[in-house]
């Protein structure tokens, strides 16, 4: 079992940042992917990033590219996720993932509640 926790949504204005944060409990993290993915107002949940836990392999998605920053401190069981340059579509609820098992990148078997992130101009 694992229980995801995401906190640091909040009101920004469109140029600002967030860095939201994932807490992780529940099992002794491996190289799983821990990922972001982020579900705007009708629209379907998009993936955002990932990270595996032991090997730092990395993924974004093109539209945050260059913009956001995964990351993860092992010690602290978090995953991190800075933006950057923050414009009015990155509005969203962004949920953190993680894996059970070994599985492709877009794969994921456990989500937190989500955190919403709203870009104001």
């Known amino acids: 079992q694992v229980q995801l926790v995401e906190s640091g949504g909040g009101l920004v204005q469109a140029g600002g940042s967030l860095r939201l944060s994932c807490a992780a409990s529940g099992r002794t993290f491996s190289s799983y992917f821990m990922g972001w993915f982020r579900q705007a107002p009708g629209k379907e949940r998009e993936f955002v990033a990932a990270?595996?836990?032991?090997?730092?392999?990395?993924y974004y998605a093109d539209s945050v590219k260059g913009r956001f920053t995964i990351s993860r401190d092992n010690a602290k069981n978090t995953v991190y996720l800075k933006m950057n340059s923050l414009k009015l579509e990155d509005t969203a609820v962004y949920y953190c993932?993680?894996?059970?098992?070994?599985?492709?990148?877009?794969?994921?078997?456990?989500w937190g509640q989500g955190t919403q992130v709203t870009v104001s101009s």
């Open positions: 990270i595996s836990w032991s090997g730092g392999i990395i």
């Open positions: 993932a993680a894996q059970g098992a070994p599985a492709e990148v877009d794969e994921y078997d456990y």
